[in-house]
């Protein structure tokens, strides 16, 4: 669904390959609203830093995204080209150069082709139009298999507003923060502050519970934007009547963008939710819970739909709970209930973990008994085809 206030228009740029899209300009009405989160790696990428460093100045008009390359590990050649893509962008939008964010997203530790881009930038323009989300998903694609959009409607007092987003990746996915490029905007009237609000408890409920092989990239960023063209009466607490319906929206939209992406994880064939519950704090949930999403004995087992269940007892235990008494832990696939009181649970079978091991969506679930926390982190199983693509990647 669109949303009143951005265009997108995309471009086949040739940035790394010749024939697919590769290039993507957003553009948004006076006004709008911007936050963004930025990965924590500390080779964060040149068009990272760059786009904080802008957004902090004042009120984005537009995002360059280009797919290809990452210009990241690029020193300071990559920020002078990632500003220079800016410049040229601010030219055609017609707008400052620090009004306009830019992300990048491929191969790592190689310069950007800046002139393509530049010469890409007006077919961007002529391109640009609101109906264009499900163009601009397949723009921003590296090993992705399908582009990845959602939409939903928040119903608020002044009427109805739209939330809509894309997302890229595949691979490479251990969020810090938030995730890959991620890029949502809403049409509801929204100020700074709260919007931050929103980001900030979508990102954690969403992108940063999710894994598909543990790396943390180094252009991980999501971007929320909110452009006030449906009306109404400004949403600028958590204390307004539109806040919590419209919270809802971009959190169903930015969970099922980072289902997606683990879904399509890089050779995936089997789609893992793992529920921790009754811990302690949320903080010790997410580690256990990590610790089995992460675990490469884990996710081999689950490609193999072998039930080698002592491989989640040793993920549990090595999750750095210190005090964890592990004869209160009780573990499950699906309803199967697999162990208790420290070891195999009596009534377990074998072939019930075959079973369950065998379907396409599995549920892990680890009752801690401990606590009233709980989290619930997304991941995939590890495949051969996970280290052909990866082993091939630039070739």
Known sequence: MLVRGVKLGVAEAGIRKAGRKDLLLMTLAEGASVSGVFTQNRFCAAPVQVAK???????????????????????????AGARECCDAAARLVGCESRRVLP????VIMELLPVERIVAGLPACVADLR???????????????????????RARLAGGVATVTGIAKGAGMIRPDMATLLAFVATDAPVAQGALRQLLADAAGRSFNRISVDGDTSTNDSFVLIAT???????IDSPGHPGFAALREAVLEVSQGLAQAI???????????????????????????????????????????????????????????????????????????????????????REEDGKRVMAKSE???????????????????????????INAQYRT
Not at 103 to 106: D, I, L, N, Q, V
Request: hydrophobic fraction near 40%; proline fraction near 3%; charge should be negative.
């Open 262 to 348: 683990v879904r399509d994880g890089e050779g995936a064939t089997k789609f893992i939710t793992v529920c921790v519950e009754k811990g302690r704090t949320d903080t010790e949930c997410a580690n256990v819970a990590y610790s089995i999403a992460h675990s490469p004995l884990v996710k081999t087992a689950f490609s193999a739909s072998d039930p080698n269940l002592g491989r989640l007892l040793a993920a549990i235990g090595n999750a750095g709970v210190r005090d964890l008494e592990v004869g209160r832990v009780e573990l499950y696939l699906d309803e199967v209930l697999v162990s208790k009181d420290g070891g195999r649970a009596p009534a377990y």
């Open 228 to 234: 006030g063209a449906s009306g109404g009466t400004m």
């Open 53 to 79: 460093e802008h957004l902090a100045s004042g009120f984005p008009r537009a995002l360059l995204v280009n797919t290809g390359n990452a210009n990241a590990g690029t020193g300071e050649a990559g920020i």
């Open 130 to 152: 609101e109906d264009n989300w499900t163009r601009a998903a397949e723009a921003i694609m590296t090993t992705d298999s399908v582009p990845k959009a959602r939409s939903q």
């Open 103 to 106: 992300f990048s997203t491929g």
């Open 362 to 388: 599995i549920t892990v679930r680890v009752v801690l008994n401990r606590g009233l926390a709980a989290t619930t982190v997304w991941t995939c199983d590890l495949s051969h085809d996970y280290v052909t």
